[in-house]
């Protein structure tokens, strides 16, 4: 897939007017986060990572977003979204009880683990998590469908789009403190926002894009 924001890093912006000592610390934070579990078990995890891989399935060309870590830490802090839907138990039940009735599907349908099942079987799995067709007793009352849909797949592309890494790849300036966006109108820009190649003008792109902060 070609770079839609060639020579683009929205960490240039780290020392200009666009972000300010609080943002700094808060993206800083964001990419010191360990690669390794705090709330969720080291199986949970193995789950979980396997699950981020089929959601958000990453680029061979650039270091990966920790997507399992940033959504490990929402569960370790507890981080809650002001809202949940009454047909799902509190965050940190459905995370638990979704991956181990995944595991126990996963073990029923196609004999091993989530993480050792092949691609196609844990995304033919996770298209019937979707349409509502696992039946697992460990899923309780706790739907399937909406687990995926409200919690699994909300929590996990949240994460990605949270992260630096995602924001080069979408032009995205980062946090609007304390610059803020100006021009809001259709196809309108800021100067400090990235510019998007155009067929056959990457390299323009990539020269203007080397001034953008």
Known sequence: MPDRYPGYDVSAKRHTPSWNDSTRRAIDHRLSLPRTPNFFTEGEWLTLSAICDRIVPQPPNRPPIPVAAMVDHKLAENMLDGYRNDKL?????????????????????????????????QNALLKQMQEGELDSPAWGDMPCKLFFKERMVHDIVSAY??????????????PASPRGYVRMGFDKRDSWEAVEAKPGREEEARRKNRHVA
Do not use: C, D
Request: proline residues 6%; aromatic residues 10%.
């Open 89 to 121: 138990p509190p965050l940190r039940e459905a995370w638990k009880r979704g991956l181990h009735a995944v595991e126990v599907e996963a073990q029923t349908r196609h004999g091993g683990r989530f993480h050792e099942i092949n691609a196609a079987e």
């Open 161 to 174: 789009y949270a992260h630096p890494t995602s924001w080069n790849e979408m032009g995205f300036g980062g």
